[in-house]
């Protein structure tokens, strides 16, 4: 059940339907990514994300390689590809200009269901792996 959650979340990740996505979030959602180190606290501080990532790769499309389902938590393996269409908003707030290059990286996300919405989370993927395919750093 809540590996079809996932699934709609990538989906609706990759459409832009932000409603859908800010429906699936429970009112006390706590993400951390730990490719970027930041914790988002709250519906809006996951939206903002969001509305980062998308803005950033406009053309995104993420996809579930497989799923790990226990009890109320998810573990997905998942594929991102993009092209950088938009400005990158790093941690500390500065951003970087689009590149138009394609990156195509995976990771793992690791999702806490409560109530049938995401609850907690972790994100976990090589960020160097990214930067270096939009040739921010060498290879």
């Known amino acids: 059940m809540s590996a079809k959650l996932v699934d709609d979340f990538f989906t609706a990740m990759v459409s832009g339907d932000l409603d859908s996505i800010e429906s699936m979030f429970h009112d006390d959602v706590s993400m951390i990514d730990h490719g970027n180190g930041m914790t988002s606290d709250g519906v809006e501080a996951n939206m903002n994300d969001v509305r980062n990532w998308k803005n950033t790769f406009s053309d995104m499309n993420i996809s579930a390689v497989r799923h790990i389902e226990s009890g109320n938590t998810v573990v997905t393996e ?62």
């Open 78 to 139: 998942m594929r991102m590809q993009g092209t950088n269409t938009g400005e990158m908003e790093m941690p500390d707030g500065s951003k970087l200009p689009a590149t138009g290059k394609k990156v195509d990286f995976q990771g793992v996300q690791v999702v806490e269901f409560k109530d049938g919405k995401m609850y907690k989370g972790s994100q976990y993927y090589n960020p160097m792996v990214m930067m270096e395919q939009l040739g921010l750093m060498p290879s």
